[in-house]
Structures are given as structure tokens and as C-alpha cells.
């Protein structure tokens, strides 16, 4: 008997949370097995997706998703998919007067997609001359072979593919069909251009209502209606432009509408707004303006959320929210432009991918509302996460080696703007490490051979990770969990790996001549409630109220923000970073005992 399904609703909110997205979803299709008669695996792919039927009778499965973007975002993608188009779509005319037509010549599709539209129409691609090796065989959980797809035949012909010159909007590398009710298209802003642009809190506010507010709740009937079970919704909203009210007023509508449901907001934000230099450069700052617009935004758009949501957390590479970060977030086995969109977006949804699987697995799931009690106990709803991308192990090597080489740093790297570690000062945690299926998740030692660490004496993968991440944070709550399935990559996922790694993802104990193609890597994430974000939210809050925006930039109040609203929310915001303080003497205890100042 199956596992009770407990089905979420998606919401992107904004581009960039477009660009996260289309590489969430890439990766969770990748990951499909399209046969009946093969074992499930670890997650239960129906807790994003939804079965349907076009109307030729063709089953469908498609992600449970409502998309926001603004208008000229979809480029090549019709806004309303062509999974469930009519060979010719029906136009009647009743003007009887003459008609000029103006003809404007459709976006180009790039590569990838044109490789999409010759599978979709049952065309072959051309093939490499490879050998029927097993690793490039689809195949489910178990090593049984899935049925032929068009997932599976890209995976199998291994095309390359480099689009970093040709990437636009997050279409351009979406590689599954959406349904009708998907996407939204807000039409009164433009996507493209210096006029009419959503830069403001106050105007993401104000865009929620009259048609904007029937047709999203529209769609949020049409997906929640259908669900038995449903656990909550997950949230990608963009933070740093006027999608941070927007999102405010969605998440409020949500937590009006579906009291009780889990709400988990993920901001996420760009290292660099578009069209700037693609190296880190003081050309990040040359316009101060636009940079104190983001820093307002990011700060409103987290108090906001915080407060109609489970938890809100940042999902950024940048190295801060205010309007002079530090340089980007860097991984050692990582080579990414951090200017690029479609690269930085990659990194986030590989540790996304990773830091949601609790509430998607078959076995053992912890909802939504689990979830984030636990992290967020005594009101502190902000919370950070980190990630090892990917994870640092050795050929033929067990994950005592792979740990114990990390010394006294923790393999992870900041994902929420935070500082890399607080001196072992953190309220509670989710530890996650997924993708070391077939490793020896404990030492091979020989009986009667002294083990090097405590961690070799241990009997299980969970054992051995709890044991070392209890070392760093002895007196923190934990909880922590393992999955095998790794995350796959199929194209068209960047390559921006280190050469040094061997298509699964792990370092190579000796170097090749030609790098290969990495096609899964495991990841270590980590969501935590702990001093630094409170650190976070005092700097965010302190710059802030430090401008006097009527003077350096009126425009942003003149977009619906009054000086009184904005005054009552940097002062939420002092508060919420007050709940994080430390007055234990460096012993943090997360239980209720504590006040609700």
C-alpha cells in the first residue's frame, strides 16, 4: 500500500524565481520513471505533480504550479502551453471593415529548444556513437530500465548543450510542458525597457487586485480543489524588485485563505540585476539608486512575508542584502558565473532540490507544519540556509573520510546572505545530505583496526552525520536525514563543475585528460534558526532606517508606501531581529521557556 499523498502548490513570483524554478522542475522531471510495474523511489513525485488529460485523451502530468511574471517574460513560451493547444486555434472575426494586419517576427529558439520541438513531434535527434552502457540507460531506483521518453532520450543521446550566450528569460531552458492555468501574465508592467517597470514595494502591493487577484484565485481554487491532502504551499518570490509587496499580499491571501496550511517562502534574489558587468566590479554599484531600491525591498518583502508565512528564507548567492555586499558565494568544486542568471539559479535549486525532499518523501515525510515548528520556535520565522555544492567525496571513500577531511569547517557555504558559521550559536536545525546512493556511508574498517575519529565507530549514515554535526553545534536541536537518490542532471543543466569530478559527481582519485559530463552530485543543505540571521535582520534594519528616502529617493513612497507604514515595518523588522539575541551565555536552548519579546 502506498504512502498517503499530502499534495503542494507552487507559486513563483517574479523572474529570477523563474529562473530557480525552471531548474527546481527540470530536475524533479529528470528524476521521473515513467514505469507502472517499476518500485517507487524515495520521493513521491504527485506531491508537485497533477495528472490530467488534454482533450485528445492524452494523460498528462504536469507541475502543480501558478507562475507571475510580467509582460514580454515568456519570449518563445505561449502563455498558455501548447500541451493542450488545437492544431489551429479558432479566431472569430466580426468586424466586416477593412483590416490591417501587422506582422512582428516570433523570438528565436535556441538549440535546446529546438531540439524539444523536433521530440515533441516524434522527430529522432542524432546520436553520438556511445556504447550500451548502463549509465546511459534510464533507469529507476532498483536499476530496472524506464520506457522510452522524451526526458530518457536526451538523457541517452547526451547532447550539450552551451546557452550561456542564448538565455533570456527562464523559458529558454524549461524542459517540461506547463498546464493552461499555470501562468500568469501581469500585463500593466514590462519585463523589458526603462518604463513601466515593477521596482517598487508599494507597486507589487498595489498589483494585487481587481483582475490580477480574481484570476490568481481563480487558479489557486482550480489546484487546491483538486487535492486530497493537501499539506501547504511553497513559495519562490523575487525579493529585490516590487515583486517583494506582490509577494506580501499573496502570502497574506494565503494565510487568510488556507489557515492552517503550511506557507514556506523562499526569497531569492540575484547576485546582479541584469545587463550588468559579469565580473564583480564596482559596475554593481553605479546605480545607487536601484541598489537602495533593492536594499528597501529585500528588507520590507522579509518582514512582510515573515509574518503571513511558516518561514521565510533567503535564497541568494549574494554576499549581503544591503546596497554594498561582499563578492558572491564561492564553492571549491563550483566554477560559475555569478552574473548569469541561468548559472546562479542552478546552484540555488540543486540545494532547493535538496532542502525540500522532507516534505516530498514516500516514507517518513515531515509536513509542511512540522517542518517549520521546529525551526521556528519563539517567533523567529526568518530563517538561513547553507550548502555544500556538491558535496566534497572521494572515489571508493566512505562518508566518515569525506567528513573528517573537512577538519574543524563545515563543508557548507551561505545561501542566505549570512556569515559562514556563529561560533556553534544556533536555536535549531535541518541537516539534509542527498545523492550518496551506492557509498559506504560508514568505515570499511577491518575488525581489530583503531578507528582514526569517533565518526568510523559509527553504524549508520545517519549515526555518522548527526555524530559530526553535533560536534559543531553540541547544544543545538537537530534533525537530520539521508537520501539516496541523487539529484540528476540532463541537459540543459550548466555544466559548471570542477573538472576534477567523475560523472556521479564525486572527486576522481585521478585526474583524466577530458573532463567528464557530470550527470548527478551530491548535496549537502542545511536550514537553520540561529544568531546570525538576527545579525542579518539588525544590519538590514539599522541601513534602512538610517536613509531619509524623502530626501535621496521620494520616488520609492510615491509608489502606495506611506512614511508611517514604512516607519512600523522597520520597527517590526528591529523586533523580529530582536527574538534572535543570545543572552545564554553561549548555551542556546530552543524551547517555549524563552520570552516572545
Excluded at 502563455?79 to 489551429?88: D, I, M, Q, V
Excluded at 490568481?216 to 525579493?239: A, S
Aim: charged share 15%.
Amino acid at each position: 500500500m502506498s504512502a498517503v499523498c499530502r499534495e503542494v502548490v507552487t507559486l513563483q513570483l517574479g523572474h529570477y524565481s523563474g529562473f530557480v524554478g525552471t531548474h527546481w522542475w527540470n530536475l524533479q522531471d529528470a528524476s521521473f520513471c515513467y514505469d507502472p510495474d517499476l518500485p517507487p523511489g524515495e520521493l513521491q513525485s504527485d506531491v508537485l505533480f497533477r495528472e490530467g488529460l488534454t482533450l485528445g485523451g492524452q494523460v498528462t502530468y504536469t507541475p502543480r504550479l501558478i507562475a507571475l511574471d510580467l509582460k514580454g517574460s515568456l519570449q518563445t513560451l505561449r502563455k498558455e502551453g501548447s500541451l493542450y493547444a488545437t492544431e489551429h486555434d479558432s479566431n472569430t472575426l466580426t468586424w466586416q471593415g477593412q483590416i490591417m494586419t501587422h506582422e512582428e517576427s516570433p523570438p528565436t529558439k535556441n538549440s535546446f529548444l529546438q531540439d524539444l520541438d523536433k521530440l515533441d513531434e516524434g522527430e529522432l535527434l542524432v546520436e553520438p556513437d556511445f556504447s550500451s552502457s548502463p549509465a546511459l540507460v534510464p533507469h529507476c531506483s532498483g536499476g530496472a530500465v524506464a520506457i522510452e521518453t522524451v526526458n530518457s532520450t536526451l538523457e541517452r543521446v547526451q547532447k550539450a548543450y552551451s546557452l550561456e550566450g542564448s538565455v533570456r528569460v527562464w523559458s529558454d531552458f524549461l524542459r517540461l510542458h506547463l498546464h493552461p492555468r499555470t501562468i500568469s501574465v501581469i500585463n500593466q508592467y514590462n519585463h523589458d525597457g526603462e518604463s513601466a517597470r515593477l521596482e517598487a514595494f508599494g507597486q507589487g502591493e498595489a498589483v494585487l487586485q481587481g483582475s490580477v487577484l480574481e484570476e490568481l484565485e481563480d487558479r489557486l481554487h482550480f489546484f487546491v480543489e483538486e487535492c486530497d491532502y493537501l499539506q501547504g504551499f511553497q513559495v519562490l518570490c523575487d525579493v529585490a524588485d516590487g515583486f517583494s509587496g506582490l509577494g506580501s499580499k499573496v502570502t497574506e491571501l494565503l494565510q487568510d485563505s488556507y489557515g492552517g496550511r503550511g506557507i514556506l517562502t523562499w526569497g531569492v534574489a540575484p547576485v546582479t540585476p541584469p545587463g550588468l558587468s559579469s565580473v564583480f566590479l564596482p559596475s554593481l554599484f553605479q546605480s545607487p539608486i536601484k541598489e537602495l531600491y533593492h536594499m528597501m525591498n529585500c528588507a520590507l518583502g522579509t518582514v512582510h512575508m515573515a509574518n503571513h508565512s511558516s518561514f521565510f528564507c533567503p535564497l541568494t548567492l549574494r554576499g549581503g542584502l544591503g546596497r554594498r555586499p561582499a563578492p558572491p558565494t564561492s564553492f571549491p568544486l563550483l566554477s560559475y558565473d555569478s552574473s548569469l542568471w541561468y548559472h546562479s539559479s542552478s546552484v540555488l535549486a540543486l540545494a532547493l532540490d535538496t532542502m525540500t525532499v522532507s516534505y516530498r518523501l514516500r516514507h517518513n515525510t515531515t509536513p509542511m507544519w512540522q517542518l517549520a515548528d521546529a525551526l521556528t520556535v519563539s517567533g523567529r520565522k526568518v530563517v538561513c540556509a547553507y550548502g555544500s555544492v556538491p558535496f566534497p567525496m572521494m572515489q571508493s571513500s566512505c562518508l566518515p573520510d569525506a567528513l573528517q577531511a573537512c577538519q574543524d569547517a563545515l563543508p557548507w557555504k551561505p545561501l542566505s546572505a549570512c556569515p559562514e558559521r556563529a561560533e556553534g550559536r544556533c536555536f535549531g536545525q535541518l541537516v539534509t545530505l542527498k545523492g550518496l546512493e551506492g557509498q559506504n556511508l560508514v568505515s570499511p574498517l577491518v575488525p581489530g583496526t583503531e578507528p582514526p575519529s569517533l565518526l568510523h565507530c559509527a553504524r549508520s549514515g545517519l549515526e555518522v552525520l548527526d555524530m559530526y554535526i553535533r560536534s559543531h553545534y553540541p547544544s543545538t536541536p537537530l534533525a537530520v536525514q539521508l537520501v539516496s537518490s541523487p539529484s540528476k542532471l540532463t541537459s540543459p543543466f550548466p555544466q559548471i563543475f570542477s573538472p576534477i569530478l567523475d560523472p556521479q559527481g564525486l572527486i576522481q582519485s585521478q585526474s583524466l585528460t577530458t573532463a567528464p559530463v557530470v550527470s548527478s552530485v551530491p548535496v549537502l543543505t542545511c536550514v537553520q534558526s540561529s544568531v546570525v540571521v538576527g545579525q542579518l535582520l539588525a544590519e538590514l534594519q539599522k541601513s534602512c532606517s538610517s536613509l531619509d528616502l524623502r530626501r535621496v529617493a521620494p520616488s520609492f513612497l510615491s509608489q502606495g508606501l506611506e512614511p508611517a507604514e514604512l516607519a512600523e515595518s522597520l520597527e517590526q523588522l528591529r523586533s523580529l531581529a530582536y527574538r534572535y539575541r543570545d543572552d545564554s551565555g553561549g548555551t542556546l536552548h530552543s524551547s517555549s521557556e524563552e520570552e516572545d519579546d
